[in-house]
């Protein structure tokens, strides 16, 4: 029996309270294809409408979650990849929102943008490890990613084609932009223009001149991510090297803000805001146009001393280079690397 995806829909058409994993593998040719009248897409090999029933299911623990397209070669000759699912704006349903393992490969899907941080709402809030491989990504979504998903602790994109033409000197700026968010920075630039403009929000009164915003760091463990072949492993070691080194300088620069915060503080009263933690809830920035829910005051120096305490070069995460089939090309795969977790919770070894 060939099984659809419309075998699928209604199979999931009522909601499953009880489930705990749930993992679809898409393989994106047929032998005859089958269109929609409407928009010639084959009928029989995309997974939007289930997709699109399990985001009308109510928030339940799901709490693990796998969809993998394989990747194969075009029969044709051509580069474009048949994607079984093209539809991902209900990333962001109340079913993903206690998910905390989620593997998603759908290649050369640019993701990210699925994936996107908005300032009303968390997507993915409770996620810890995430792999995205096969994914079109570059460095700056990479970034991106670690700095909206505040539980993720070990992320995978083997084949994204992360650096294939990257020189040694990219990997160190990657890493920095790994462990701190550089857009935070300019946040805190243009919310204090504004306030110097006296645009402030609020009923009346006074308003700060000035405020701080500590920029979001990293807390990943460790990172995963396959290189090209002919990068042998004295080379890994220069990449590997240079990812510390940025990293290492991000973490000094996040050290600088937040004693500079501090000193501003007990000197001049200016207040210092973060971004929350995973369940907190706090109050917007005293301007209208940069209104961030849930921003938090800091205002007890031992919640300072706390922040000082950063990871610096020996608080990198482990970064293997080897890709899911490195052993098999003589690379051995680093300690504490995220390909083992993952097949510790997939029980298989995509």
Sequence with gaps: MKFTPDHLRRLSHKPMPNLRYLSLRCRPYESKVICHPSND????????SVLETFAGWPSAELPV???????????????????????L???????????????????????????????????????????LS????????????????????????????????????????FGHHCMLAGKDLNLERLVNRRLALGGASGTGGSHPREVRILPRVSALLSLSLSVPAHVDADARRVLLAEFQRGWAEAATVFNGIVSAARRSRTEEGVVTYRFPWPGEAGSALPVREYSFVGMMVVNDNDEFSQLSEVRGAEGCPVVCLAGRSGK??????????GHSIGWDIWQDTL
């Design 41 to 48: 897409r084959p009928a029989h090999t995309y997974y939007d």
């Design 65 to 87: 979650i796998s969809v993998v397209e394989d990747l194969v070669d075009d029969p044709t000759g051509s580069s474009a990849q048949p994607l079984s699912s093209f539809y």
């Design 89 to 131: 704006d209900n990333l962001s349903s109340p079913l993903l929102f206690l998910t905390r393992v989620l593997r998603l490969r759908i290649p050369r899907l640019e993701i990210v943008r699925f994936l996107r941080l908005s300032r009303w709402r968390l997507v993915l809030p409770r996620i810890t490890f995430l792999d």
């Design 134 to 173: 096969t994914c079109c990504l570059s460095d700056l979504d990479v970034s991106e990613l670690l700095h909206s998903l505040p539980r993720l602790r070990h992320l995978v994109l083997d084949h994204c084609n992360l650096f294939d033409d990257a020189h040694t000197r990219d990997w160190a700026v």
């Design 328 to 337: 098999e090309e003589g690379i051995e795969h680093a300690g504490g690397y």
